[in-house]
């Protein structure tokens, strides 16, 4: 992970580039190697943080700054209202974390071991939520699809914004869920063990620094994408769909492998499952209420987004009810992310 | 549930309002009201002849009486040719069931007991059984849906009757499996304990006096329904789908509810998932040959209804799969359902 | 088993009735009965070598001529141009294995023994690369059909291509996986425990002239197709997905029926699972693969057969994650089989 703080250094070159008006591909580029490491940095700042604010707060940190970088560059392109790019890249967020952050550990870690054992006990609970989650985003998807669009125009606002309502009262539920009634459930995090490296003061700081630097990268990487796609042949949905949601959870990826390669299987598997639930319950309906400042984004994914994520979800319960994984698995989840990826690239 | 029967005071009250002409919408509530402890005095009175009969012929009455409400409610409005009505009704059942039913007993249960633990081998025959029976529903819409439909408009009749049919013999295997090849597998019913309260002679007459009096405020019910929806705004489908199975389920709601605080997990998921069964091989293929006299219904349900089926039945085997439940698990049970009635309400 | 090389007495009938021009429906049904006894020789032979060539190599070859005999028959279909009727048998096959030979098996078993156990260890990793191969040919589907398809035509050639190659990495993987780091996990073939009855020369012999003998009356049965559906008022896709399935698979499926009545439910639902994996990860790219020869096949399903395709692997996972079969579960699945065979034969 140190390694990649060596990318820090593409901060003042992305700088640098915006002011010279380096060309939109180069920006995009730039502005992506940039948000790698201070991805990284939020979130060792949070789990710093945690140690001196106690478990129970830490928790709540660690939930909530969890995906706080996909939310800031969503936020940004929502402002600039690219909302088909923001809904490609929840729907990437969660198909990446569960075919490629969990085909990459399950692959790294099973060319170490033969097979890695896990509890499934333990993430039953959050595979069932993530199972309910999406049929409840494909719901009225589904409704809206079958029903005479012109007529529903109008409702979609009112619908996106109870629907967006009810998830975020899931999220709320599952937070009491996880840190009052059944607290038991989930067990201590192996890395709260070690002790802080950081002061308070060091660990608020840098916390604050990641966030604004990642507004600032933010703002440069979603400006680009625009003109890049015109400059580079690419479509606003590939660009959504695949490469924001690589970049907004390089960190955790590299975390997931990581824990892999440790033997710890469930870390792993608890990060992109633990993930991809906070995008649909915490991500999403935040940003239907963010765009509510500029113009109402609906909760309306497309087909190819609705069936992506729930065959996603059906392999991530699927893959959580063996209890063991294989490099085969890992191979196999991976063959998948890439036939989606590669489907839209060639388009 | 003894309360409930202080609702039997509608029955006079919707007699005077048709009498008087009452408004639709007004008509509609009354016989609902009236409806739901006259199918909870069916139940008992079913479960109390079961006393004399043995528990073979006993099974059989209950299971066969157990969607009565649902049948005779269908029966009246078949003959008034609301097809649309009574398939979402149908649909309505057993996303019902699955949602509402399992995710209030699963709250209610999880409130009061930490994780409720339920016996899952014997939940698996039935809830395998669900998702073979809604797939069997689902293939020959989905071929017509494929196919050009005014070349098949005619041959639709014949397909149906042969799928009812096929989930006809289904139902009927299940029943000598149950009562004769397997019947083991079924434990003793924890409710047939108890002695029973009624002769044989008042629970003959209860169950006669039930069925005449749900005959009567069903047909109150289901003429009142498309005046209604015009004085209220609300849509058939909307009816069809949301409200008639709660009428028609009331009575089984509350038992399930009450098994569930009783920590008897067991039952409660067995009367959700064993009445959405019987609704599909029993009440559906009884529905298609009683409409060869009036006017024959298709058994091809629209998109919606089948991947409101399809999803909850994935629900269904996820939580039977589980073998214990919290109060979360309810609490997004009945957020999905919340989600589903939204979105039609808000059409 | 012995008694079906009694057909092979409709080899020379069938060539017979090429000299003499039968019609087309009768030359259908005389090279689908020498078909089947050909496939059951091949079968035999292929095991037969495998005691010479020691298990690894027994154990590829097994695997790799396991379907020869609907790779041949598609093959002859791909030079006759009958793309449709080469995807439909390609459905079929897995729809026939997982439905028809499951459910046959169950039936016959469950009517022997009251409950037949099998390890579902074992049969897991399999049911779930069964359902990560069939959702790789799900998505680029949908993707193809989301999208406006005149867009596309001319990327269908490339992206079909890249899926197939994908696909065939997968198959090429799992050999390595269960031939090398994990050759454990299989259980050696209760089979192979018996002595070889034939010498290798006889063996190789026969597998030569099965070979050459499928290929002939592979060659009479694709040229009847067509003028047979017009002869016979069947339609090609009713032909691909249940004809020729069956006549290809018809000495798999008896097999796996005799293992069930011996009790050896593991091996019924292996064939049936192993046998789907491998058309998904085998047949098809090399099908894709020898499309380029003549004119390139697409790998974009219908979407009733993709409908189907995802139903059936849903019901082989469910299956499977029971542990346990009984008549009615074969009931139901031979049920749901005769729906979409009806529905077909209806049109």
Same mark, same amino acid.
């Given at each position: 992970?140190?390694f990649?703080?060596?990318?820090?250094? %593409?901060?003042? $070159?992305?700088l640098?580039?915006?002011?010279?008006? %380096? *060309?939109p591909t180069?920006? %995009?580029?730039?502005?992506?190697?940039?948000i790698?490491?201070l991805?990284?940095l939020?979130g060792? =700042?949070?789990?710093?943080?945690?140690?001196?604010?106690?478990?129970? &707060?830490g928790?709540?940190?660690?939930a909530t700054?969890?995906?706080?970088?996909e939310? $800031? &560059?969503?936020f940004?392109?929502?402002?600039?209202?690219?909302f088909?790019?923001? #809904?490609?890249?929840?729907?990437?967020?969660v198909?990446?974390?569960?075919?490629?952050? +969990?085909?990459a550990?399950? +692959?790294?870690?099973?060319?170490?071991y033969k097979?890695?054992?896990?509890? #499934?006990?333990?993430?039953?609970v959050? /595979?069932s939520m993530?199972?309910?989650?999406?049929?409840?985003?494909?719901?009225?998807?589904?409704?809206?699809?079958?029903?005479?669009?012109e007529l529903?125009?109008?409702?979609?606002?009112?619908?996106?914004?109870?629907?967006?309502?009810?998830?975020f009262? $899931?999220? +709320?539920m599952?937070?009491? %869920?996880s840190?009052?009634?059944?607290?038991?459930l989930? /067990?201590?995090?192996h890395?709260e063990?070690s #002790?802080?490296?950081?002061?308070?003061?060091t660990?608020v700081?840098?916390?604050v620094?990641?966030?604004?630097?990642?507004?600032?990268?933010s703002?440069? +990487?979603?400006? =680009?994408?625009?003109?890049?796609? #015109?400059? =580079?042949?690419?479509?606003?949905?590939?660009?959504?769909?695949?490469?924001?949601p690589i970049?907004?959870?390089?960190?955790?990826?590299?975390?997931?492998v990581l824990?892999a390669?440790?033997?710890?299987?469930?870390?792993?598997?608890?990060?992109?499952?633990?993930? *991809?639930l906070?995008?649909?319950?915490?991500?999403?309906?935040?940003?239907?209420?963010?765009?509510?400042?500029?113009?109402p984004?609906?909760?309306?994914?497309?087909e190819?987004?609705?069936?992506?994520?729930?065959l996603?979800?059906?392999?991530?319960n699927?893959?959580?009810?063996?209890?063991?994984?294989?490099?085969?698995?890992g191979?196999?989840?991976? =063959?998948?992310?890439l036939i &989606?990826?590669?489907?839209?690239?060639?388009?």
């Open positions: 992970m140190k990649l703080r060596l990318l820090l250094v %593409f901060i003042p $070159i992305s640098i580039g915006e002011f010279v008006h %380096f *060309s180069l920006m %995009f580029i730039l502005s992506a190697l940039a790698i490491p991805a990284g939020m060792e =700042a949070t789990e710093e943080i945690s140690f001196y604010s106690g478990p129970r &707060i928790g709540f940190l660690n700054f969890g995906n706080a970088t939310l $800031i &560059i969503s940004f392109a929502l402002k600039a209202g690219l088909e790019v923001v #809904k490609a890249s929840i729907s990437g967020s198909i990446g974390n569960i075919l490629l952050v +969990l085909g550990s399950m +692959l790294a870690g099973g060319m170490k097979t890695q054992a896990f509890n #499934k006990q333990a993430l039953e959050n /595979s993530l199972l309910f989650a999406v049929i409840g985003l494909i719901i009225p998807a589904v409704f809206t699809h079958t029903v005479s669009p529903l125009n109008k409702q979609y606002e009112g619908l996106s914004i109870i629907v967006a309502v009810i998830m009262s $899931i999220y +709320l599952s937070l009491f %869920f840190f009052y009634t059944h607290k038991d989930y /067990s201590v995090d890395r063990e #002790k802080p490296k950081w002061s308070l003061k660990a700081l840098v916390l620094a990641a966030t604004v630097f990642i507004g600032l990268e703002e440069f +990487l979603v400006s =680009a994408v625009e003109p890049m796609t #015109k400059e =580079a042949g690419l479509s606003e949905f590939f660009v959504g769909i695949i490469l924001i970049i907004g959870n390089a960190a955790e990826h590299s975390t997931a824990m390669l440790k033997n710890e299987m469930d870390v792993a598997i608890e990060i992109a499952i633990g993930s *991809s906070q995008i649909i319950l915490f991500v999403t309906p935040v940003l239907i209420f963010l765009s509510l400042l500029f113009k984004m609906s909760i309306i994914f497309n190819f987004e609705l069936v992506a994520l729930l996603s979800v059906f392999i991530a699927r893959v959580s009810n063996d209890g063991e994984s294989n490099w085969l698995e191979f196999q989840l991976l =063959a998948v992310y &989606i990826a590669v489907s839209f690239f060639v388009l």
